[in-house]
């Protein structure tokens, strides 16, 4: 069974670092893109970013770039999203999904809740 | 970036109503046009991919249609468990932008 299971809730302080994994597991991890979808309290969701853990190509979206890091680990199936310096506005819910032939997520994590306060 | 609008941004129909919700892009992405539904609290769920092809598993009382800047998804006979957030997203260029989505609910 084709699954992304993610890392569990954060509760951070602003200024901390943090990092959220990505677990894939019943496909061939390193030849999907994976992408990650942020959702801020009662809103929608904006795309990120995504990157291509066979060999870490990403791409990001302007408004975030330079404000997170996209990175994978093919060998153990993971992607990660990572922050340096976490502000009150990246309190959020976020996603990774399988980017499936480059014009659909068809795979989605459960989400991971981050809490900066 | 190609920006993505949908209407209306709410809806309120009954169960065996018939709905389109509509998207529109900034500029035309051909038919790189998908649609999710999330329900609260859940991850979003892949519907339509490439403007009408219907993912494994869904529905066929969904379908979506368009190309160029405009689609629809259309939602034949609503059922209880349709009421959701919708929302439409361009796969055309990077980044690929959802639409605010539109919302909805039992009237």
């Known amino acids: 069974e084709v699954q992304l299971v993610q890392s569990g809730a954060e509760v951070k302080k602003p200024g901390e670092p943090l990092k959220i994994s990505c677990k894939g597991s019943?496909?061939?991890?390193?030849?999907?893109?994976i992408g990650w979808v942020r959702q801020m309290p009662g809103k929608g969701l904006e795309w990120m970013g995504v990157?291509?853990?066979?060999?870490?190509?990403?791409a990001y979206h302007p408004s975030f770039q330079g404000q997170i890091t996209i990175s994978a680990d093919k060998s153990l199936s993971t992607a990660y999203l990572q922050w340096s310096s976490l502000k009150a506005s990246d309190s959020a819910i976020y996603y990774c999904a399988r980017d499936s032939a480059g014009n659909r997520f068809d795979r989605w994590g459960q989400g991971t809740q981050v809490i900066v306060s | 970036d190609i920006q993505m609008t949908q209407s209306p941004s709410s809806l309120s129909a009954s169960v065996g109503d018939r709905v389109t919700i509509t998207c529109r892009a900034s500029?035309?992405?051909?038919?790189?046009l998908t649609w999710y539904q999330q329900k609260p609290g859940k991850a979003p769920r892949l519907l339509i991919f490439?403007?009408?092809t219907l993912q494994s598993g869904v529905p066929s009382r969904f379908s979506g249609a368009g190309s160029g800047t405009d689609f629809t998804l259309t939602i034949n006979s609503l059922q209880p468990d349709d009421f959701a957030t919708y929302y439409c997203q361009q796969t055309y260029r990077v980044p690929h932008n959802f639409g605010p989505g539109t919302t909805l609910d039992i009237k």
């Open positions: 490439v403007a009408s």
């Open positions: 019943g496909f061939k991890f390193s030849t999907y893109w």
């Open positions: 500029q035309s992405i051909g038919n790189y």
């Open positions: 990157i291509y853990p066979n060999d870490s190509d990403t």
